[in-house]
């Protein structure tokens, strides 16, 4: 098959009604997604070079910030008392939340049945994975002794201690370690069909080989698909209540403490929203440039951008929720110190994060109302990279505004982040992207398989609606139909 | 080490091989290990296995134990033997690796008596400020003195301490004190010094060209030292000089009385006080002594009888101003009209009164009459820093109240020769410059630094061909001097001192001298010829004969008192002068510059102790720095900036924008232009401060003070004049705005409370008619009602049957003076981690204290000065989120840091609402200086980079209390133990000269804490969070006047 081309008829204008554009076959869709991966070395795209070079400077950024930060102590960064956490924890929380699409749409539409997933997934999850791998590094990275993180992990030991589990800080461990590993397992188990599609397709014995190895021996069996079908609703199921969980969870490492601004009961919902709001932003912002760089508009389509920031629009206006009953709590709560609070907010020394949490978050999502903007590409890009910076204030507001000025005005200071703060970020969004390229060039991006059964879907109703209506149907996709759709062609 | 090793070889060999050829088979291993010693490093053990397979080898063991080793026939011996030769082999070997100095180990054949190792033991001694003794309790953790804490008996102490007592510590342990005798910078000795002195001396026929230069002297040994050396040398002159001296306190007692006499208050009989510019609650001779009876009068309970009133007129805002019932910030040039017009009004002969402002009248009006009506238990005190003519004034108006002989008495001069300093200083410039000067002796002090600008010591002393300097450091006059001769510590010496009212005290060395040095006692010895006599001998000499019994018992008496009965200075009554009153007060000036030293590092001669300098000041809270502090309103009309001081107040959100902007100014470099000098100060706004003055506190800008003090601040002293040492007026244009900025650090930004209710106030009238009125104000405003409880769904913990450990802090006594932060780090192996780091909010001490300004007067605020520590909440928020459970608490209440188990998240401290923790940013401890490491308390953990530490109530000592106590119910044949409410003191507690702080046993009843705890005004801070603080506070009840507090309502209001 080294010689087949896609075979594709003439792209068509897409209207933004429609998941899968007209004009795809089985043929096509396996050779385009699946000769990204397959792409001799040499011949793979210099702009993926280049993203990929950028990407890795920046994580030798990490590489430095990190040596430093262990050679020295968390001292090069701007924390103090009364802000102990800084950055690193405003990141921690802004990286999980960004992986929360990833499961959303993996595990929530799976069950839900939306067939529109198919084409999003695969690139969310890994999202997803990659967002808490950077995620993870923070946690570890922050505390005073990293050597010792094992600590918070329970295992037997000669200390006969046990952590102390009434720490929402040990909570963390279970709930981002449990979510890494099934989301992991989850997207693992989903690439099986797709490494055998890539085994079969390749014509280098050594990458036959390879992706011969990841694919476990599947062999698109009946079976095979029975069980397969069984184990990704299984961890579907698992993966649900982590979407709720993780997010909430680290939502009580500030709703269980006492400090004003982080005492807030809505945290937890409010939380898991800003999460999925923020994932969506960033598999937009990330799906945008890649569906046209590869050309693989036929797959993730203008309508899959509609739908996804609809989902932003409303995850956005729970957020908005959030913010109002923040406001609300601190009005009503007749605590002087919550009251506080809001007027540092408003016009303390860090009013200008609370301002542009506001406008990022809750005024620059309103255009999504409209279809028109919703389907236009710049558009999102910008109104996505808005959200990614608004929730990143978000984050900035609840930890260091509150901390900033707590009980005793004594203790206020402020918190100026170093050059080591801005680098172990740019360090991790290194490793993100890094990752990324890796994922994009050495995996099929999109769900080959799955796009093959939707199509095969599709082509089903739609042979049953013509049936219906007396109408001949198109045969465009007829010579296909021997083949089982997760078959190599 | 090689001495207990060898000594170890030799007792094996002798006592299992049996052969008794000691003196040959030890001088063979000494052969041996000769030949080893010569070998070095990685060779060494080639070596050895060369060694042991060569037959010149096996021949040396041959030969060495022929009869040892021929006639060991019994197997089990033989196996002995060899083993004994592979140990001795390899101690050889051991031994031969180091270059070790062989030094002199002293292993104890007897122990000596009442020494465990392990348990400490406490010495009395005296520490030194400006030449007045404090009496103190030193606390040596095997033969290092670890702790320094007050002597109750003594009356400089009273049981209390000042900072720079508690920091001599961390001088002593200097790593950068001089450890060598220096000749123009080159290594000299001892010898070569006493020689050149002694030559020196013989060109100088009866002491013609001798002077001698000292501090302050109260040191009756070395006053008659120098007696003998005036007798020997019948030319030579004695001279003296501190640049924080009392030359106005005599010369005001000659103007006065024409007499020297020293004046001493008793507080504990004032009733009301006025301080003129004296702030007699801050460190300086009697402090500790004064602060607590002062607090005495002042502290209240709900049946308390009376309470002092303390009025203050001052220019520069100091902790007794902090404290006074009434503060009246007027220029240090206008005291002394205040004053005269003070004795005018009460009828004080000679004395006619001047012009004074409208607020000063109002204020001299209500004091007359407080004054009056408390004849004969009144006090007025007059400041060092004022004119002579203030204190004559001061004499006068105590005489004529009635208060001479009860809260003022005279005595003796306590000095050994009080003299004017200043004056004194000039003339030996002047004798240096007629080339009367051949040999000068500068024992202790640092004039090349510290002497005023106009005289330019430093210069003038390089001419002088031979001049020596005593110095704990290589400083500024050591280098100026011919001559640098280390000393000793006042921990490690010999000598005497008297406190503020002449009772004299012996120091003892607790430690033999760190980095060798000599005693001024033996620099006095050489110059009288006896260069090689013994301080111990010479101290000794001096009052043998003068205490009264066995010489032998009653030294021991007077060591372990730390002090000699009956030697307190005779009281006089000097009769006062006729028209010793009538010179005419000093006409204020525009503006004025006002030199007070640091409330840290007093004249400087403590900017190398980083845990003074890291002290943050107590009202600027600045540290590493000085400043050029002045009011807002004075601020404004300097820089001309764009809006007015009404402007600030009135709490509104434009008022706090205009105090947003009108902080920027802090750290604006201006240049102050005096008398022809110049030098450019960061500005620090200072509410409060009176207007048109500015104090710039001295002791700054040293450049041989060594690595901490460096450099640190802005030298003073070059524009400070022996003409006007203290204060002077400045031309209306002596500022002028260089235009650039400089990082000032302070720990504290924020000066309101925001009107949250953290720092309580009553008024003693209200609290004597209905004691509970403090708290229920305080619910009326928070809940509408008189009450009310705080509740929990939780379960708490029941401590009934165990000592529940709590502290109260008295607001009321609580003066600010800082004693118990440099204890607390003292105590507890507290890092120092620099300006930089305290700049980004790092900062490590465990007690802080607070400062709010309150009031709508901006130029004379109320200033509330609040100790915070670790409050050891039962409901700790800390506990519930640390992961690992590092902080945890115990049977007893305590709120216990782990200091192994934390990981560093930093979570517990987010969640302390009173911001008490302290986190290990950066590895701060210093691990590496060795002497640092002896100054450590070895009963607390010293903690590394990424940990959390915070206050633990002192937890070695209620450890080593619990102990003592139960092995004293176990040797009684008890299980149960009770602790003595005074068997557990804390660091800070005994520290602190106004017993402020108190700690104790909640749930014995009988306890100081409990019953103070038992008081209405007794609230915790932050109660309404529920944390349950085991550490509250009294609240502070202040005293005003009727007549003048109804002028003061308005700002009396906010809190």
Redesign the interface.
């Known amino acids: 098959m080294a010689q087949a081309q896609p075979i594709r008829t003439t792209p068509q204008p897409d209207t933004g009604d429609t998941y899968l554009l007209p004009g795809e076959t089985y043929t096509s869709i396996s050779s385009t997604i699946g000769d990204v991966p397959l792409t001799a070395p040499l011949k793979t795209p210099r702009g993926w070079f280049l993203g990929f070079a950028v990407s890795f400077a920046l994580l030798m950024v990490f590489l430095v910030s990190v040596t430093w930060l262990l050679i020295r102590g968390v001292g090069i960064w701007g924390i103090n008392i009364p802000v102990g956490w800084g950055m690193d924890i405003i990141n921690f929380v802004w990286w999980i939340g960004i992986g929360h699409a990833g499961t959303l749409i993996s595990a929530i539409l799976l069950l839900l049945n939306q067939g529109w997933r198919n084409s999003i997934n695969r690139f969310a999850e890994a999202m997803t994975l990659f967002a808490v791998a950077c995620a993870g590094q923070y946690p570890i990275l922050h505390l005073g002794r990293p050597w010792l993180f094992y600590w918070l992990i329970p295992y037997p030991n000669t200390h006969g201690m046990w952590p102390n589990f009434r720490s929402a800080l040990d909570w963390d461990v279970f709930a981002v370690s449990t979510y890494a590993t099934v989301s992991i397992l989850f997207w693992l188990v989903g690439l099986l069909p797709d490494f055998a599609t890539l085994r079969d397709r390749a014509t280098n014995p050594l990458v036959k080989r390879i992706y011969g190895l990841a694919a476990c021996g599947w062999r698109g069996s009946a079976k095979h698909w029975h069980r397969y079908e069984m184990a990704s609703l299984l961890l579907a199921g698992l993966s649900t209540p982590l979407v709720l969980s993780v997010h909430s969870i680290i939502s009580l490492d500030f709703a269980i403490a006492q400090v004003p601004g982080w005492q807030v009961t809505v945290f937890p919902p409010y939380f898991v929203a800003g999460a999925v709001f923020a994932g969506f932003a960033m598999v937009l912002l990330l799906m945008i440039p890649v569906r046209s760089f590869y050309g693989f508009q036929s797959y993730v389509t203008i309508r899959h951008l509609d739908v996804m920031a609809k989902v932003m629009l409303a995850t956005g206006m729970i957020v908005v929720y959030g913010y109002f009953m923040e406001v609300f709590g601190s009005l009503y709560s007749s605590s002087k110190y919550e009251q506080y609070l809001l007027y540092n907010r408003l016009s303390g020394p860090s009013a200008w994060a609370y301002y542009g949490l506001l406008f990022c978050n809750a005024v620059a999502i309103q255009p999504l109302w409209f279809r028109r903007v919703r389907q236009n590409i710049p558009a999102l890009m910008i109104i996505s990279m808005i959200i990614s910076v608004g929730m990143w204030l978000e984050r900035y507001v609840i930890i260091v505004i509150s901390l900033q000025r707590e009980f005793l005005p004594s203790s206020w200071d402020v918190y100026i982040p170093t050059v080591w703060d801005w680098s172990l970020y740019l360090g991790t969004i290194g490793l993100f992207f890094t990752l990324t390229f890796l994922f994009i060039r050495v995996l099929p991006m999109i769900n080959i398989f799955e796009i093959r059964m939707f199509l095969h879907q599709e082509t089903e109703r739609a042979h049953r609606n013509a049936a219906a209506h007396g109408h001949s149907h198109d045969q465009d996709h007829g010579h296909d139909h021997a083949h089982s759709p997760a078959s190599a062609d | 080490m090689r001495e207990p090793s060898r000594h170890c070889i030799r007792h094996q060999a002798s006592g299992s091989i049996n052969v008794m050829t000691n003196s040959k088979l030890t001088s063979d291993l000494d052969a041996v290990r000769a030949q080893l010693h010569n070998a070095r490093g990685p060779q060494l053990w080639r070596s050895l296995d060369q060694m042991a397979d060569t037959p010149a080898f096996r021949d040396l063991v041959e030969r060495e134990f022929p009869q040892g080793a021929s006639e060991l026939n019994d197997p089990v011996s033989r196996r002995s033997f060899l083993k004994l030769m592979g140990a001795s082999l390899a101690l050889a070997g051991i031994s031969g690796c180091t270059y070790m100095p062989r030094t002199k180990i002293a292993p104890f054949v007897h122990q000596p008596l009442g020494r465990v190792p392990g348990v400490p033991l406490f010495y009395a001694s005296s520490v030194l400020l400006n030449g007045f003794a404090t009496g103190v309790l030193v606390r040596s953790n095997d033969g290092r003195p670890t702790k320094i804490e007050p002597n109750p008996q003594h009356p400089g102490s009273a049981g209390g301490t000042d900072l720079f007592v508690q920091a001599e510590l961390l001088t002593m342990y200097d790593p950068d004190r001089s450890t060598q005798v220096l000749n123009a910078g080159a290594a000299s000795t001892w010898d070569a010094f006493t020689a050149a002195l002694a030559s020196a001396l013989q060109a100088q026929s009866g002491g013609a060209g001798l002077r001698l230069l000292t501090t302050t002297v109260t040191s009756p040994t070395l006053a008659s030292q120098i007696g003998q050396l005036l007798a020997q040398y019948p030319q030579a002159r004695w001279y003296q000089y501190d640049p924080i001296n009392r030359d106005n306190v005599y010369e005001g007692a000659r103007l006065a009385f024409g007499e020297d006499v020293t004046t001493r208050y008793d507080l504990s009989k004032a009733q009301v006080i006025l301080s003129l510019d004296a702030d007699f609650l801050a460190p300086g001779p009697g402090f500790a002594a004064y602060a607590r009876a002062f607090a005495e009068g002042r502290r209240v309970r709900k049946d308390s009888g009376e309470m002092n009133r303390l009025y203050v007129v001052e220019a520069s805002p100091s902790g007794t101003g902090a404290t006074a019932d009434h503060r009246l910030p007027i220029q240090a040039g206008q005291v002394a009209g205040f004053a005269q017009a003070l004795a005018a009004k009460l009828g004080v002969a000679g004395v006619s009164e001047g012009p004074n402002s409208e607020a000063a009248t109002r204020f001299l009006t209500a004091l007359v009459e407080d004054l009056e009506a408390h004849k004969g238990s009144s006090l007025v005190v007059a400041g060092d820093q004022q004119p002579p003519i203030v204190h004559a004034l001061a004499h006068a108006i105590n005489a004529k109240l009635g208060n001479v002989g009860s809260t003022v008495i005279y005595t003796d001069p306590v000095e050994a020769r009080p003299t004017n300093q200043t004056a004194e200083i000039a003339s030996l410039g002047d004798e240096i410059d007629a080339g009367a000067v051949g040999v000068l002796v500068i024992i202790g002090g640092n004039p090349a630094y510290n002497a005023p600008g106009d005289l330019r010591f430093a210069e003038r002393l390089a001419k002088v061909p031979l001049s020596a300097h005593l110095s704990l450091f290589n400083d500024e006059t050591s280098t100026a001097a011919t001559w640098h001769i280390p000393a000793t510590h006042s921990l490690e010496s010999w000598s005497d001192a008297r406190a503020y009212d002449g009772t004299a005290g012996i120091i003892q060395p607790l430690i033999e001298p760190l980095f060798g040095g000599k005693t001024s006692h033996e620099i006095v010895a050489a110059l009288l010829g006896q260069p090689l006599v013994d301080p111990l001998t010479i101290v000794q000499g001096y009052w043998q004969g003068k205490i009264s019994g066995d010489f032998a018992t009653a030294w021991q008496e007077a060591l372990s008192n730390g002090l000699i009965n009956g030697t307190a200075a005779t009281t006089r009554t000097p009769t006062l002068k006729e028209g010793g009153l009538g010179g005419a007060a000093p006409a204020p000036g525009a503006l004025e510059i006002v030199f007070r030293p640091d409330p840290s590092i007093w004249d400087g001669s403590y900017a190398n102790n980083g845990w003074l300098m890291e002290l943050p000041r107590p009202l600027t809270k600045l540290v590493w720095d000085n400043a050029a502090l002045m009011s807002p309103r004075t601020a404004i009309s300097l820089l001309k900036l764009p809006f007015s001081a009404d402007q600030l107040t009135g709490g509104s959100?434009e008022s706090q924008h205009y105090l947003e902007a009108l902080s920027a100014v802090n750290g604006k470099v201006v240049r102050l232009s005096y008398r022809g000098s110049s030098i450019d100060l960061p500005l620090w706004l200072l509410p409060g401060h009176a207007e048109n003055s500015i104090t710039v506190n001295l002791g700054y800008g040293r450049s041989q003070a060594g690595t901490v003090g460096n450099g640190v601040g802005v030298n003073a002293y070059p524009v400070r004049t022996s003409a006007a040492p203290w204060f002077d007026s400045l031309a209306a244009d002596a500022v002028s705005d260089t235009g650039e900025t400089y990082l000032l650090v302070s720990t504290?930004?924020?000066w309101?409370?925001?009107?949250?209710d953290?720092y309580r106030v009553g008024k003693f009238a209200e609290f004597k008619a209905d004691p509970e009125y403090i708290q229920k104000e305080v619910f009326k405003e928070e809940f509408g009602g008189e009450t009310h409880k705080y509740d929990t769904l939780l379960p708490g913990t029941d401590y009934a049957g165990r000592n529940a450990w709590g502290m109260t802090f008295n607001l009321n006594a609580c003066v600010g003076c800082n004693a118990c932060v440099v204890a607390c780090q003292a105590e507890n192996n507290i890092p120092v981690i620099g300006k930089e780091?305290v700049s980004?909010?790092?900062?490590m001490q465990w007690l802080?204290i607070?400062?709010?300004f309150a009031g709508n007067d901006l130029d004379n605020p109320d200033t509330y000065l609040?100790p915070?520590a670790c409050m050891q909440c039962e409901r700790a928020?800390c506990e519930?989120?640390?992961?690992?459970?590092a902080t945890v608490h115990d049977y007893e209440g305590l709120n216990n840091m782990v200091y192994n188990?934390?990981?560093?998240?930093?979570?517990c401290?987010?969640?302390c609402?009173?911001?008490v923790?302290?986190?290990?940013?950066?590895?701060y401890t210093d691990l590496s200086t060795a002497t640092l490491q002896l100054a450590r308390n070895p009963n607390v953990t010293v903690r590394n980079?990424?940990?959390?530490e915070k206050c633990t109530y002192c937890v070695q000592r209620i450890s080593s209390a619990r102990i003592d106590a139960k092995k004293a119910a176990v040797a009684a044949g008890s299980e149960a133990y009770t602790i003595a409410d005074d068997a557990i003191i804390t660091a800070c507690e005994a520290a602190c000269p106004t017993a402020a702080i108190t700690f104790g046993d909640i749930n014995n009843k009988d306890s100081r804490v409990a019953s103070w705890k038992s008081e209405p005004h007794n609230y915790s801070?932050?109660q309404e969070?529920n944390t349950i603080p085991r550490t509250t506070y009294l609240a502070r009840i202040r005293n005003p006047f009727e007549a003048l507090s109804a002028a003061d309502t308005a700002k009396n209001q906010e809190g």
Do not use: W
Request: charged content about 25%; overall charge positive.
């Open positions: 959100i504290q930004d924020h309101t409370m925001e009107g949250r953290i780091q980004v909010g790092r900062e802080r607070d400062r709010y609040m915070i928020p519930l989120v640390c992961p690992v459970a188990r934390c990981v560093g998240t930093k979570y401290s987010n969640n609402p009173y911001k923790r302290r986190f290990n940013f950066l590895q980079r990424g940990i959390m801070l932050l969070l």
